[in-house]
Every structure is written in structure tokens, then in C-alpha cells.
């Protein structure tokens, strides 16, 4: 079973894509990651730990939108007083060239938040 593959093609916008606990294939797109880090600039010397929280982070679905997870991990060494990064994932499905369903679940946006 791959628990994580990388792939870095500028032609899919995608930046990287890992496997969850759950054998879920979940991306983050260039877009996505310069919103984070627009938004969340804290996030910037944190992507490896963002994929970490998707690999090995507890996950909860929304109770009003079925579609949206969040994933969360601890982590020792983040910016200010924070304890866990969270991570907000779309699930999907698009259709391929040959009409079979493709998964499209990726990444939507990232944080750190002091837990506890």
C-alpha cells in the first residue's frame, strides 16, 4: 500500500499529493498553498508538517457539509504559543476520459490553532 506519493507537475497546478490513514488520495494545488500562506503566513516553513497532518492527523468530518474533513496533528514547534496544525480537505469525484469516477479531494486550507 503507498502511504505517500509526491508528484510536482506545474501542468495538474498540483503541488504534492500523499494518501491518508484511510487510503484517501488528497492534494494540495500551488493555488491553495498561496492562499494559505497569504492568509496564514506562519504556514510557510510548514509544509511538510501540513503533510504530515494529512498522513497521520485524526480526521472529522462536518456535520453540515458531508463533503469537508478536518484533519489535525499535534506538533511541538510551531509558530507563537500554537500546539496543532489543522487542515480543511474537500472530498470529490470528477469524471475521466473514459467516464470512470477519479477521486478529488484536496486541501482547502490550512492553520495553526493553539488546542488545549
Known amino acids: 500500500m ?4 509526491e508528484i510536482n507537475t506545474m501542468n495538474s497546478g498540483k503541488r504534492w499529493t500523499v ?3 484511510y487510503s484517501n488520495n ?7 498553498w498561496q ?3 497569504d492568509n496564514h503566513p506562519e504556514m510557510s516553513d510548514y509544509e511538510e508538517s501540513l503533510k504530515k497532518t494529512i498522513l497521520q492527523g485524526h480526521r472529522k468530518q462536518d456535520p453540515l457539509n458531508m ?9 511541538d514547534n510551531l509558530a507563537a504559543d500554537n500546539t496543532h496544525i489543522v487542515a480543511v480537505v474537500l472530498f470529490g469525484v470528477s469524471v475521466g476520459d473514459s467516464g470512470e469516477l477519479i477521486p478529488n479531494n484536496y486541501i482547502v486550507t490550512a492553520y495553526q490553532k493553539e488546542i488545549g
Open 26 to 32: 488528497i492534494y494540495l494545488t500551488h493555488e491553495r
Open 2 to 5: 503507498l502511504i505517500y506519493g
Open 35 to 37: 492562499h494559505i500562506t
Open 67 to 75: 463533503r469537508k474533513y478536518r484533519y489535525v496533528k499535534t506538533f
Open 19 to 21: 494518501y491518508d490513514r
